[in-house]
């Protein structure tokens, strides 16, 4: 039997439902699992997200753009294939693909987490035949701290620099991770700024009922006293002389799953790195792998290879399936 | 051992030195002496020898973690570092403990040299059972024998003169030559009294700085003594109640390889310290540094090799004279006092390094000109008013060295680096063309900017042609100019040369393969007067 997704130029293709999934170039029918920049991408003629995430789709692919959704769990038809999206965990409205075609199911699970984020509906791992899995952390080197004891270590980092008067500036992708760390702070813990970036997506989030802290946008500020007291979430790209020069006592921190390994953190050159991530460490792809039940595994992403190989010793039949331009991975 | 490996996670987490030094002072503040006297000990360099060997780690770090080999390697690939991966990839401890620095050491560290294999394994993986990630990871580099974390002994000495009000130049003394690390050791440190010298302890060395302007810019020429900067062992020779020490300026007490000094030194009187270079001489001259590197390796010398490459001593300052600390007076002073010893010692093993008459910088600038031929590296200019200094200070003591030699080399294999660049490819090999074909000849890691770095990187991983173990071959195309201090015949070498010193000047992105150098201009260089012909 032929697959029922295949890796193509264009990206992973569905051929007997005539759709793509998280296509690299302008397609006809796109299915789009999460509203990242290398994953959704603008120029296709139609799209289909989870209706949790429509809102972000939507900023990131213009207002033109015509998408469709589907609730979780909800049922669909592309020329005799079933289709439904289930939540990934990743950020908000992220989704798996699940694909059903003659009695036999293939899952894409798009980038996915097993901890815990009060941001968005959690992981619901879905069985099938055929798992196609990312491995952003996909070696053994990855294993994420428990978020409260990392949420705690930002307070008291936090802290420490309120005392000593420097504000502390955080550097967390603008999209999913800023509003998860957002949601984990304490709100008395001292004013909370955030870069335009993050505020634009905040405000999408806040739309959609997730509860965030009060923000104030950098820009607004007008007691510059407040700085030194201040938390400052930023993407990374803030992190030029231009935008830093406002802050002249500053630690500047990191949050990411690349914080796990001292090389990035030194590379970075940040005070601190606090290894948070929207991705799945090793423990979680594995969990994940096993809870899908499918004999035929798909790498994705990271380190496919790897995977791959350990799989195969597992007894999983698994192949790499070499989709993704990484270069504009949102962990990278 | 948490305190401590705190203290490294903070010491490793900042640039600032402000903040390090903050960090260490608050250490050693919290800290009892027994402990803190290992921090320091482990902070300034002297770090314990590695007890296991590499692979045997990995097998026993690869099997607690359940990891096959391959997927260990590739672990180690992406993290660069050893003592780090095999923290990642060991499972969470089951009994942590907070054992004192002290004990750690004593009871753990340092017994393991001595176990038989299987005892020790059962030791490390004991100890790893009982470790956080943070503990681990020092306790991995303190057994893998590469503990280091950036901080100089300079600002672990301004750490303790802020925690203790005691004079930094008298800690650096008193950190200097060899001690035991006890807390008796740490209580002398700080001790307010401050007359104790110890009868062994050399001075902290002043050392000259890089000169990076015209010399005319230095004032009148008069003001200042020149010397030929020879290119030896920087040393001290102590003779203090009829005892003698010499030291090396890594703190090495090297009496023991240099008996010839040592009964030279005899004839100096009670209470003198000189500062010096150890040279390999003959007849007046010195012999290249290669033969020098013959007695370096050695504990103790025999009678040929003593006859094959003798030593001398070549006197630069007197620093205590008469058992009186001389540092402070203007070294005009020191130098007419150090001639006055050394003429009534009268031995030829201890030669008043000369002083360049020339009568303007003009003229200087021609006589630097023989460096090469007479085996030198350049001048060194002292301010003949200036006191003797600590460590690198600028403005009295300047080198004015030789160009380097160079040539246009191709990178042909690389390696990923550690530390702060660690994943990235920065050890480079490089080749001079030979025919149709390369030799490589140096290995270098230092010269580009960050920028260049990740350029390379990429270029590497694009270009690899075969893989040996975590060495890559890459594609013969970017050629850098690689600048290097001296150069050698060797046999051991495939090129049949060996260079001091190599390092990457700049990357020639104006020159192709077939514009690099080749081995037959890189032997030339053999025969550039100064430099070891046939040896
Ligand atoms: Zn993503
Ligand atoms: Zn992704």
């Known amino acids: 039997m032929k697959p029922l997704v295949q890796a193509t130029p264009s990206g992973l293709f569905c051929p007997p439902g005539d759709f793509y999934i998280d296509p690299l170039r302008p397609v006809n029918r796109a299915v789009i699992t999460h509203a990242h920049a290398d994953h959704a991408r ?29 609730a979780y769990g909800e049922k669909t038809t592309r020329q005799g294939v079933g289709l439904s999206l289930h939540p990934a965990g990743h950020i908000r409205g992220s989704a798996q693909v699940r694909i059903e075609h003659r009695g036999y199911v293939t899952v894409v699970s798009g980038d996915y987490k097993t901890a815990a984020d009060p941001t968005c509906t959690p992981l619901d791992p879905q069985r099938c035949n055929t798992f196609i899995s990312e491995s952003t952390f996909g070696l053994p080197i990855f294993k994420w701290p428990a978020a409260d004891s990392i949420m705690a270590s930002i307070e008291d980092w936090w802290r420490e620099n309120r005392d000593q008067g420097r504000t502390s500036i955080l550097f967390a992708y603008a999209l999913g991770k800023a509003q998860r760390i957002l949601a984990g702070l304490d709100p008395d813990g001292g004013p ?35 700085w030194r007291s201040a938390l400052v979430i930023a993407p990374p790209s803030a992190d030029h002389p231009a935008w830093m020069r406002r802050f002249p006592q500053r630690s500047r921190a990191f949050a990411s799953g690349w914080m796990r390994i001292r090389g990035h953190r030194r590379r970075r050159a940040v005070d601190r790195g606090f290894i948070i991530s929207d991705h799945s460490d090793w423990e979680g792809l594995m969990a994940t792998v096993a809870a899908s039940g499918a004999e035929s595994i798909g790498v994705t992403h990271g380190y496919r290879a790897e995977m791959v190989r350990w799989l195969q010793e597992q007894g999983y039949e698994a192949e790499a399936l070499d989709t993704v331009d990484r270069t504009g991975d949102e962990e990278r | 051992m948490k305190a401590f490996a705190a203290l490294y996670r903070r010491l490793d987490a900042t640039t600032s030195t402000n903040r390090k030094v903050a960090a260490m002072a608050d250490y050693f503040e919290r800290t009892p002496a027994a402990d803190a006297i290992w921090a320091i000990s482990f902070l300034i360099g002297r770090r314990p020898r590695r007890v296991v060997p590499t692979r045997q780690l990995m097998a026993w770090a ?30 969470p401890p089951t009994r942590v403990s907070d054992r004192p620095l002290h004990v750690w050491v004593s009871r753990e560290l340092l017994p ?8 020790r394994q059962q030791a490390i993986l004991d100890a790893w059972d009982r470790m956080d990630v943070a503990q681990r990871f020092v306790w991995n580099k303190l057994i893998t024998g590469g503990f280091r974390v950036g901080v100089s002994r300079r600002l672990v000495v301004r750490a303790l003169a802020r925690l203790s009000g005691i004079d930094a130049a008298v800690i650096t003394h008193r950190l200097m030559g060899d001690w035991t690390p006890t807390a008796d050791t740490y209580r002398r440190l700080l001790a307010a009294d401050t007359t104790d010298a110890d009868t062994s302890r050399p001075y902290p060395f002043f050392l000259a700085s890089p000169l990076e302007q015209p010399p005319e810019a230095l004032g009148s020429r008069d003001d200042w003594q020149v010397e030929w900067k020879w290119d030896g062992i920087r ?18 007490l090297v009496t023991d390889k240099y008996p010839e000094l040592a009964a ?27 033969a020098l590197q013959r007695r370096i390796g050695r504990k103790s010398v025999g009678r040929k090799l003593l006859k094959e490459v003798p030593v001398a001593f070549l006197a630069y300052d007197l620093l205590e004279c008469g058992g009186r600390d001389r540092r402070s007076d ?85 390696q990923r680096g550690h530390g702060r660049r660690a994943g990235l490819y920065t050890d480079y090999t490089f080749a001079v063309r030979q025919g149709e074909g390369l030799v490589p000849f140096a290995k270098a890691y230092s010269g580009l900017s960050d920028a260049e770095i990740r350029e390379v990187d990429r270029f590497i991983q694009r270009n690899t042609r075969e893989r040996f173990g975590p060495v890559r071959a890459v594609r013969p195309e970017l050629v850098f100019e690689i600048a290097f201090e001296g150069i050698r015949a060797s046999t051991r070498h495939k090129s049949g040369v060996a260079v001091r010193f190599p390092r990457i000047l700049r990357w020639r992105r104006d020159k192709t393969v077939a514009a690099a150098d080749t081995l037959d201009a890189l032997q030339a260089l053999l025969t550039t007067p100064g430099h070891e012909p046939g040896s």
């Open chain 1, 42 to 70: 603008a120029g296709s003629t139609s799209y289909l997200c989870a209706r949790e995430g429509m809102a972000l789709l939507q900023a990131r692919l213009g207002p033109d753009a015509r998408i469709e959704t589907l």
């Open chain 1, 192 to 226: 909370i700024l955030c870069h335009g970036a993050v505020a634009r997506i905040n405000r999408i989030y806040r739309g959609a009922g997730v509860h965030l802290p009060e923000t104030i946008h950098v820009d607004d500020i007008q007691d510059k006293a407040l």
């Open chain 2, 62 to 91: 690869g099997a607690r973690a359940e990891v096959p080999e391959w997927l260990f390697e590739a672990s180690y690939d992406v993290v660069g570092d050893l003592a780090e991966t095999i923290t990642l990839l060991l499972p």
């Open chain 2, 112 to 119: 393991l040299k001595d176990m038989a294999l299987e005892a």
């Open chain 2, 235 to 252: 040393g001290q020779v102590i003779q203090r109640r009829e005892q003698i020490f010499i030291w090396s300026r890594g703190e090495e």
């Open chain 2, 264 to 290: 030279a030194a005899a004839a100096l009187p009670d209470g003198t310290v000189l500062d010096g270079e150890i040279l390999p001489w003959r007849n007046g001259r010195p012999l290249p540094f290669g």
């Open chain 2, 330 to 414: 203007a070294l005009a002073q020191r130098r007419e006092a150090m001639a006055r010893l050394l003429d009534r010692a009268a031995d030829d093993r201890l030669v008043l390094s000369p002083t360049i008459d020339a009568p303007d910088w003009k003229t200087l600038a021609t006589r630097h000109a023989e460096s090469r031929r007479r085996g030198v590296e350049g001048f060194v200019l002292k301010r003949l008013s200036s006191p003797y200094g600590v460590g690198r200070r600028r403005g009295d003591w300047w080198k004015w060295k030789i160009d380097p030699l160079t040539v246009d080399a191709v990178l042909i294999y690389a």
